[in-house]
């Protein structure tokens, strides 16, 4: 068993059991100095970007840690495009960083970043995306102003 960060869609329930990642624990956590942004380029949506986070000394993601197994974890890779040992293909790479648990406990998970050739600024996310981010949120008890900055996130109208 693995410990898995989610940030974005992941987040909620509904889309790690679509996915067929079964999980045997979660907690609200956070990934230290960190931030969230939305410039990993989606193909689907003029304009439309998937969350990702970058570097940024004194920030912080809060997000979700499953406990997942490791054919979960390959099974996340096919939505999250991500080939591990390819990062030409890969639209997102899994790195192991530590993250804090609820509890305070800190644990290595794995965490998805997207690849240099798909990140592009000036992207928005589509409001059905924002959508399952905050139901993630709300279901694991994400503190009120990261939820406040969910929802504050411009969004693109869905085609």
């Given at each position: 068993m693995?410990?898995?960060?989610a940030?974005?869609?992941?987040m909620?329930?509904?889309?790690?059991?679509?996915?067929?990642?079964?999980?045997?624990?979660?907690?609200?956590?956070?990934?230290?100095?960190?931030?969230?942004?939305?410039?990993?380029?989606?193909?689907d949506?003029?304009?439309?970007?998937?969350?990702?986070?970058?570097?940024?000394a004194?920030s912080?993601?809060?997000?979700?840690?499953?406990?997942?197994?490791?054919?979960?974890?390959r099974?996340?890779?096919?939505?999250?495009?991500?080939?591990?040992?390819?990062?030409?293909?890969?639209?997102?790479?899994?790195?192991?960083?530590s993250?804090?648990?609820g509890?305070?406990?800190?644990?290595?998970?794995?965490?998805?970043?997207?690849?240099?050739?798909?990140?592009h600024?000036?992207?928005k996310?589509?409001?059905?995306?924002?959508?399952?981010?905050?139901?993630?949120?709300?279901?694991?008890?994400?503190?009120?102003e990261?939820?406040?900055?969910?929802?504050?996130?411009?969004v693109?109208d869905?085609?």
């Amino acid at each position: 068993m693995v410990w898995y960060f989610a940030y974005g869609r992941n987040m909620d329930r509904a889309v790690m059991v679509s996915r067929k990642a079964p999980f045997s624990e979660e907690s609200a956590a956070i990934l230290k100095d960190y931030k969230l942004v939305f410039n990993k380029k989606r193909g689907d949506t003029p304009g439309g970007g998937y969350a990702n986070v970058i570097d940024c000394a004194g920030s912080e993601v809060e997000g979700v840690a499953y406990k997942i197994t490791e054919d979960g974890l390959r099974k996340l890779d096919v939505p999250e495009g991500c080939y591990p040992g390819n990062a030409q293909k890969s639209s997102y790479l899994r790195e192991p960083h530590s993250i804090t648990l609820g509890s305070g406990k800190v644990v290595e998970a794995e965490v998805y970043f997207a690849t240099p050739q798909y990140i592009h600024e000036g992207l928005k996310p589509k409001k059905e995306y924002m959508y399952n981010l905050l139901v993630g949120a709300l279901q694991h008890n994400l503190s009120e102003e990261y939820i406040r900055k969910l929802v504050a996130v411009e969004v693109v109208d869905n085609p």
